[in-house]
């Protein structure tokens, strides 16, 4: 079957930087996606990896291994408003997205 | 760019209400735009797939009868909700894939339905 898993909760604090893991197991792979959504909101895209490697956009960063089935979210000089979910989704062969269930962040001061 | 509207943001209907929500891609053009429920402090649920001018693929466990979906243009696609019930409350989200990223779904900000 197809799986993703993420910690389902992190803690971390302001200023600091925490990093979100994400394994995965699917039937063909098209990218992986980071989402963040905070409580009450829709998803906001955050990231594509589609080759391994290091992807950096301004605070956040995304890392991918394809021959490892693993990626990761870093979020650098945490600031409160960073206190969300973290989704991490792939595309798998037939482009349909496989969600994990997401890392609840809670940054505290 | 890879803007998506709702409408509307909330609905309150009385049980046995059909409820239409529109998700509108704004400056991009849609192939693709897909439907989903979130309850209160659980995962993303897809609902289904729609692709313009076809029948939406629905998951499994989603009643199509129930739930109909109709994608008429490349910028518009609307879910009905008909004969509405309490346990439909929830959190609608629907998200677009199309324009210059065209493997990035980009979410509408979502429809809280409730129904009394």
């Known amino acids: 079957g197809q799986n993703i898993d993420q910690p389902t909760e992190m803690t971390a604090t302001e200023g600091a930087i925490v990093q979100i893991n994400c394994t995965y197991q699917?039937?063909?792979?098209?990218?992986l996606f980071w989402y963040q959504q905070h409580a009450g909101e829709a998803p906001t895209f955050l990231s594509y990896?589609?080759l391994d490697g290091l992807e950096e956009k301004g605070r956040f960063s995304s890392f991918l291994s394809r021959s490892k089935g693993y990626s990761y979210l870093l979020l650098k000089e945490l600031q409160m408003k960073d206190s969300a979910s973290y989704l991490c989704?792939?595309?798998?062969?037939?482009?349909?997205?496989?969600w994990g269930a997401g890392t609840k962040l809670i940054i505290k001061p | 760019g890879a803007v998506v509207s709702q409408h509307p943001s909330w609905v309150i209907c009385k049980s046995g209400t059909s409820v239409k929500i529109e998700c509108r891609s704004l400056?991009?053009?849609?192939?693709?735009m897909f439907w989903y429920r979130q309850f209160p402090k659980q995962s993303l649920m897809l609902m289904a797939t729609?692709?313009?001018?076809?029948?939406?693929?629905?998951e499994q466990g989603v009643e199509k009868d129930k739930f109909l979906i109709n994608h008429a243009s490349l910028t518009l696609s609307t879910l009905t909700v008909t004969s509405a019930h309490p346990e439909d409350s929830s959190f609608y989200i629907c998200?677009?894939?199309?324009?210059?990223?065209?493997?990035?779904?980009?979410f509408g900000p979502g429809t809280r339905l409730l129904v009394l």
């Open positions: 400056d991009f053009q849609a192939t693709t």
């Open positions: 998200s677009a894939r199309g324009g210059s990223r065209q493997e990035t779904q980009y």
């Open positions: 729609s692709n313009e001018g076809s029948k939406a693929t629905y």
């Open positions: 990896n589609v």
């Open positions: 699917t039937s063909g792979f098209n990218g």
């Open positions: 989704a792939v595309m798998d062969s037939n482009y349909q997205l496989i």
